[in-house]
Each structure stands twice: as structure tokens, then as C-alpha cells.
Nanobody, 128 residues
Framework: QVQLVESGGGLVQPGGSLRLSCAAS????????IGWFRQAPGKEREGVSC??????????ADSAKGRITISISRDNAKNTVSVEMNSLNPEDTAVYYC???????????????????WGQGTQVTVSS
């Protein structure tokens, strides 16, 4: 079955950087996308970035552009999608989730309803 295992996260000072990774396994083809979402206390879960496993195309939320880079590392049985986050500020504090969904179109979906599988979440805290 599909499994998503997240790693990374933690406490970082304002202006610092952090890398989150999501190892996805259980898919039998590349017709899926991986998205990163975040949810701050009292707020809706929002998209950060996504990537198509099939064609590698990416998309970013406006708040992420220029500060976050999404990438993929391919293995035979597992693909790992990472986000490198720079210039972090306290407003980036949230639980970050990776999600996977079957996707047969070009690009990657930005809405959380397009993702059927979710990781356990990892806390990112930006504070001095």
C-alpha cells in the first residue's frame, strides 16, 4: 500500500533554513503527484508546493516563491520529495504535511482535495 514517511522539521531561528523530506512508496507507476501543505494553529491547511512525479513540473504558493525549492530523488521502489525552505520567518511556523495523489494530467494539483494519501506531519517552529 501507499506509504509516506516524512523527515526533517524542528526549531529554527528567523532567517534560517530547513529541509523536509517525504519518502513515497507503494505506487506502481509515476502517475501521481506529491504536495506539501502546512497548517498553523487556528488556520486552514494550505498548500506550499507540489511536484509531478511523472514529468517533474512544479508549482509554488505565492508565499513560497523564491524561498522554497521542491525537488525529487528517484529510486526504483521509492521516490523522495524534499522541500528546501530558506529565509524562514515566524509566520512559517506550522505542522507541515506531505501528501500524494494519483494524477494523470500535466503539472501537479494545488488543492488538498486532490490528494488521497497523507503523511503524519512534522512540526516546524521558527523562533528566536
Amino acid at each position: 500500500q501507499v506509504q509516506l514517511v516524512e523527515s526533517g522539521g524542528g526549531l529554527v531561528q528567523p532567517g534560517g533554513s530547513l529541509r523536509l523530506s517525504c519518502a513515497a512508496s507503494g505506487f506502481t507507476s509515476d502517475n501521481y503527484a506529491i504536495g506539501w501543505f502546512r497548517q498553523a494553529p487556528g488556520k486552514e491547511r494550505e498548500g506550499v508546493s507540489c511536484i509531478s512525479i511523472k514529468d517533474g513540473s512544479t508549482a509554488y504558493a505565492d508565499s513560497a516563491k523564491g524561498r522554497i525549492t521542491i525537488s525529487i530523488s528517484r529510486d526504483n521502489a521509492k521516490n523522495t520529495v524534499s522541500v528546501e525552505m530558506n529565509s524562514l520567518n515566524p509566520e512559517d511556523t506550522a505542522v507541515y504535511y506531505c501528501a500524494a495523489g494519483f494524477w494523470y494530467l500535466r503539472g501537479c494539483p494545488k488543492g488538498k482535495n486532490d490528494y488521497a494519501f497523507w503523511g503524519q506531519g512534522t512540526q516546524v517552529t521558527v523562533s528566536s
